[in-house]
């Protein structure tokens, strides 16, 4: 499987940005995406992840409601809509595949697969 994530950009504190997190390769349907993200010197954060269907999704604590994830399994995609953005979610920001039944979201060990990141910059 290969991601690629894109979308970032530099935004103002309070806008709105629409992350994508594209995959290549075969049975795209039966993994979790997550997205993590990193400032640098800092430990890589767990953000948003969805199951295989799309039924179950989960949050880092930090989202507050703020972001929403859906996923397009026709497309082979998985959007990340982040809204209210503040300066502290500036970093980089990766897609992580995982095939693992039962996988844990928020642990970036469960995930097999990376793309290159997007970076997003908020400015206050």
């Known amino acids: 499987v290969q991601l690629q994530a894109s979308g970032g950009g530099l935004v103002q504190a309070g806008d709105s940005l629409r992350l994508s997190c594209a995959a290549s390769?075969?049975?795209?349907?039966?993994?979790?995406i997550g997205w993590f993200r990193r400032v640098p010197g800092k430990e890589r954060e767990f953000v948003a992840a969805i199951n295989w269907s799309g039924a179950s999704t989960s949050f880092g604590d930090f989202v507050k409601g703020r972001f929403t994830i859906s996923r397009d399994n026709v497309k082979s995609t998985v959007d990340l809509l982040m809204n209210n953005l503040m300066p502290e979610d500036t970093a980089v920001y990766y897609c992580?595949?995982?095939?693992?039944?039962?996988?844990?979201?928020?642990?970036?060990?469960?995930?097999?697969?990376w793309g290159p990141g997007t970076l997003v910059t908020v400015s206050s």
């Open positions: 390769g075969r049975s795209f349907e039966t993994y979790a």
């Open positions: 992580g595949a995982s095939p693992r039944p039962g996988w844990k979201a928020g642990r970036a060990l469960e995930y097999d697969w």
